[in-house]
């Protein structure tokens, strides 16, 4: 704009300097040719469009007239239009050299912002007061009614809509004591039915597959109760409850033999397999990635693959609830070396005949 200003202002004098030779006859010529012209231009456009500039160099050459001389001016806008462009022009100037200070309670810094929505977060039965209590606590100075206002900006409710546990907040709190588990069924290439029994830990993801039978009994779920209980020993597991659904073959012995070592059994609700998630994903991911794509020929052939699936779920398999690790394994140190990254050397290593890789550099 300042240079297309620059411009218009250079031209207009060049349009001085040509008039002052010219007689006082041709130039009452030329301005009633010129205002013919806008006369034929007004009869043309019905809102002409002027830039910033073509405003800024109007109101700069006719604001010195006096308003009286500016209505009988032929003009393609207004005379206000002139004088109200005039004053916004001083108005901008005077806004870049005396800016008005901010009014009204300076704004709440970022972190105590952050700060207040994780404590809300973490308690759900603080309302805004106790947030402001415990803010003091920590010599943050801010009044109660800025922590109010950041909750309501974020949509929190007040404490006692957010004291209400859900399930998920249940499970997610108590991971570590937590087991879960559950019986499923699959078919062979013939058509049998199996069905397998498995135990999945919470809090690592870690998964135990204990057993498959083409005729599940009572007792051979209490046997399998054993198995479990000498494996969590073994492993150093201190669970304290066992997910399980109200399936018939899941008898008192099976129940009396947990809690004689701690383990509190607690039964999902009829229909409702959220309780059991964890559990129900596992086997979706179970059926998704191995049974879906392995024509299973009897219990020996779907045992084996089980076993390799478990052993890959634990030890290779990234979880995203474990930051992309594994159950049984760590995620390594990042390459830090740009000269290993542009030469990678990545091999890949088949189980069940290919149906499921694993990728690892070259040693």
């Not at 160099?57 to 006096?66: F, M, N």
């Not at 001389?69 to 806008?77: A, I, S, T």
């Not at 901010?102 to 105590?112: A, D, E, Q």
Request: a positive charge; proline letters at 5%; one cysteine or more.
């Amino acid at each position: 704009m300042l240079l297309r200003l620059a411009y218009l202002a250079a031209t207009n004098i060049f349009a001085l300097l040509r008039l002052l030779p010219m007689s006082d006859r041709d130039k009452d010529i030329e301005i009633l040719a010129l205002r013919h012209q806008l006369l034929v231009l007004q009869s043309q456009i019905a809102k002409p469009a002027f830039t910033d500039t073509d405003r800024a160099i109007l109101a700069g050459l006719l604001h010195h007239l006096p308003r009286e001389k500016l209505r009988h001016l032929l003009l393609l806008v207004r005379p206000d239009t002139i004088l109200r462009w005039h004053r916004n022009l001083l108005k901008r100037r005077h806004a870049t050299t005396c800016a008005p200070k901010r009014r009204g309670r300076p704004p709440t810094v970022r972190s105590i912002r952050v700060l207040v929505l994780r404590l809300a977060r973490e308690n759900a039965s603080w309302g805004y007061r106790r947030i402001h209590g415990e803010l003091a606590a920590l010599g943050i100075k801010v009044a109660a009614s800025t922590v109010w206002e950041i909750l309501r900006e974020h949509g929190i409710p007040p404490a006692p809509e957010r004291q209400s546990t859900t399930w998920a907040d249940f499970l997610r709190s108590r991971a570590e004591a937590l087991l879960a588990c559950d019986l499923f069924e699959t078919r062979t290439l013939t058509g049998a039915r199996m069905y397998v029994f498995a135990v999945i830990e919470h809090s690592t993801r870690r998964v135990r597959i204990l057993g498959a039978t083409a005729h599940p009994t009572a007792e051979w779920i209490v046997r399998l109760g054993r198995n479990l209980l000498m494996d969590l020993e073994d492993a150093g597991t201190r669970a304290s409850f066992l997910i399980r659904d109200r399936d018939s073959k899941f008898t008192a012995a099976f129940d009396t033999l947990l809690a004689e070592t701690g383990l509190k059994v607690v039964t999902t609700g009829i229909r409702i397999p959220r309780m059991n998630s964890l559990m129900e994903r596992w086997i979706q991911t179970c059926r998704r990635e191995l049974l879906d794509r392995t024509l299973i020929w009897n219990q020996g052939h779907l045992l084996h693959a089980l076993r390799e699936f478990e052993t890959f779920y634990n030890r290779h398999r990234p979880h995203r609830a474990l930051g992309q690790a594994a159950p049984l394994r760590q995620l390594p140190a990042p390459i830090a070396d740009p000269g290993q990254i542009s030469h990678l050397d990545v091999r890949r290593r088949d189980r069940l005949g290919g149906t499921l890789h694993e990728y690892q550099h070259a040693a």
